[in-house]
């Protein structure tokens, strides 16, 4: 079966791996784009400036990608589901918890699918490393997930609105890797949020995990003030051995020092075959353990003022 899709809000990510996941794929067909700015590609017979004119003007189409920032994310799919169309999602699902619970209401009462896409999942090595991990206990946890904000998002400002996830946008990508391999639940103990005196969203972030268990090291630090080398790395050490360590975002896993993977990263091809499998068999997926950390963080997180942060250094915005 061909699924006739459209995709809303065509900015970096739809045009970097969306776009390219859709084309490459024979099951899924580029009908229409919803662009604000009236941006599309050239194969979509369909073009809009309000996603509310495609779902009411497009009939055949079968489902959306929406490709928003996360704040607009949920009237959007609810809107779409409402509409009869299945919604693919994109990370950070909601800008809340109660919204993604909404959504998953309404994708049962209208029988479609709402997928929640955590792109850092689909990476061999992260179910390597899961499958590695399963019954084990862990003894320390090391995420270190520290990037350049400047090169990453030039000039994005939603990210540093309130509801924007600051350093947690990239860093959900890592705790979505962690809700995934850790043979049992994780839960935030403490965090520190290190908010720039101009911005409505962190630029840095320590925290400590728990499972419950005594004696594990369990941490991540998240930073957007890195320059020079970039670091997407989570090291893992079990009791007995063995010592993991993802790298890459997840591409490259070596265990005991030995690499056992690694690959090109090849995240949305997984994601749109998975959601290829998930309409074959009308059955939603929605994964909200990545979004509940982030959530919990803001919640008992500690809010430490950092020196304000400006998109080009020295030059106030
Ligand atoms: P972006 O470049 O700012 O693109 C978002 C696009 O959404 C905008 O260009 C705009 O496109 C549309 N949009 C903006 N505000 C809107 C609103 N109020 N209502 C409807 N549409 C609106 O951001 P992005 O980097 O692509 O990120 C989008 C989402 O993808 C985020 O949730 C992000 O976490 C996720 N993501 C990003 C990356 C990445 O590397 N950039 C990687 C993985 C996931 P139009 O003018 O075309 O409507």
């Not at 779902?55 to 996360?70: G, H, K, M, N, Y």
């Amino acid at each position: 079966m061909v699924y006739r899709i459209g995709i809303i809000g065509f900015g970096k990510i739809a045009q970097d791996q969306h776009l390219p996941a859709i084309r490459s794929n024979p099951n899924f067909e580029l009908t229409a784009v919803a662009s604000q700015r009236g941006l599309t590609p050239d194969e979509a017979r369909h073009t809009f400036t309000d996603y509310r004119t495609m779902l009411r003007e497009v009939p055949e189409l079968d489902a959306v990608a929406i490709c928003t920032p996360p704040q607009v994310r949920h009237v959007i799919a609810r809107d779409a589901l409402e509409a009869g169309k299945h919604v693919l999602l994109e990370k950070p699902p909601a800008a809340t918890l109660s919204e993604l619970e909404d959504l998953r209401r309404i994708s049962g009462e209208m029988r479609k699918v709402a997928f929640t896409t955590w792109h850092a999942q689909y990476n061999r090595g992260v179910d390597v490393a899961r499958d590695t991990l399963a019954g084990r206990r862990v003894s320390r946890l090391l995420v270190t997930w520290k990037e350049d904000v400047r090169h990453w998002h030039p000039g994005q400002q939603w990210i540093w609105q309130a509801g924007g996830f600051g350093v947690f946008d990239p860093g959900i990508n890592a705790l979505s890797i962690v809700t995934k391999i850790m043979p049992v639940p994780v839960f935030i103990r403490k965090a520190d949020l290190l908010f720039p005196a101009n911005r409505d969203a962190p630029i840095a972030a320590d925290i400590t995990f728990s499972t419950g268990a005594e004696n594990a090291d369990l941490r991540g630090v998240f930073d957007w003030r890195q320059t020079g080398p970039q670091t997407w790395d989570i090291e893992i050490d079990c009791e007995g051995g063995p010592r993991l360590k993802l790298s890459h975002g997840g591409s490259r896993l070596e265990i005991d020092g030995s690499l056992v993977v690694e690959e090109a990263p090849e995240e949305y091809p997984g994601i749109y075959r998975r959601f290829e499998t998930l309409l074959d068999e009308r059955r939603p997926e929605i994964d909200d353990a990545p979004l509940r950390l982030v959530a919990d963080a803001f919640t008992i997180g500690r809010r430490v003022p950092v020196e304000p942060f400006e998109d080009e250094p020295g030059k106030a915005s």
